[in-house]
């Protein structure tokens, strides 16, 4: 079972907004509306963005916002702040099994 | 508060046999599904498999089927991760995720803070 693609990297400045593609196949993100991201620092315990596509946990910052079209999901962070800068990994079902995103790193310029 | 707290790091020589904990906490253990994810050096999240510890229910990846055993005590709130003869390719910290979601556990959190499994002669 394949990774889901993510781009290795994207960079903004301060305060602009910036979006990382997940794209899958007909059999995870194509089939199901059950699309997480994960925000990981280094050394730490990755951290819950937003699930269900579109659903963001209670005390996420509402700059994270999720999206879905057809076989790719997305992730918009607006209003880049420095403490944005991590890694963040797509998720998706994929029936009785999940499949992770190779994750993309986020700097702030 | 919710939490899943794993045992600690651990040095390991090839060939020698090895399990980790993940006990959690704040809620109703056997009504969530407890999954494991493996970090490699330098690389991503890679979803290993999944126990419902009320019935020991288990799904493995693929990748991971016949490598690793998952397991659950539920009078202890403790799921497991173990191996049964280890390789310096299983050098990674190893991440356990409480299971969420209406259809299925779907998504993830919260996290125990990783074990870090350091396989070297």
């Known amino acids: 079972q394949s990774a889901l693609t993510q781009p290795a990297s994207v960079s903004g400045s301060p305060g602009q907004s910036i979006t990382i593609s997940c794209t899958g196949t007909s059999s995870d993100v194509g089939s199901y509306d059950l699309v997480s991201w994960y925000q990981h620092y280094p050394g730490r315990a990755p951290q819950l963005m937003i699930y269900e596509v579109t659903k963001r946990p209670s005390g996420v910052s509402n700059r994270f916002s999720g999206s879905k079209s057809g076989n790719t999901a997305s992730l918009t962070i607006s209003g880049l702040q420095a403490e944005d800068e991590a890694d963040y990994y797509c998720c998706s079902y994929a029936g009785s099994r999940v499949v992770f995103g190779g994750g993309t790193k986020v700097t702030v310029l | 508060e919710v939490q899943l707290v794993q045992s600690g790091p651990e040095v390991k020589k090839p060939g020698e046999s090895l399990k980790i904990s993940c006990k959690g906490s704040?809620?109703?253990?056997?009504?969530?599904?407890i999954a494991w994810v493996r970090q490699m050096p330098g690389k991503g999240l890679e979803w290993m498999g999944i126990?419902?510890?009320?019935?020991?229910?288990?799904r493995y990846s693929p990748s991971f089927q016949g490598q690793v055993t998952i397991s659950a005590d539920k009078s202890i709130s403790t799921a497991y991760l173990q191996w049964s003869s280890l390789k310096a390719s299983d050098t990674a910290i190893y991440y356990c995720a409480r299971g969420n979601g209406d259809y299925d556990a779907n998504w993830f959190d919260p996290w125990g803070q990783g074990t870090l499994v350091t396989v070297s002669s």
């Open positions: 126990i419902y510890p009320t019935d020991s229910d288990t």
């Open positions: 704040g809620y109703s253990f056997t009504t969530y599904w």
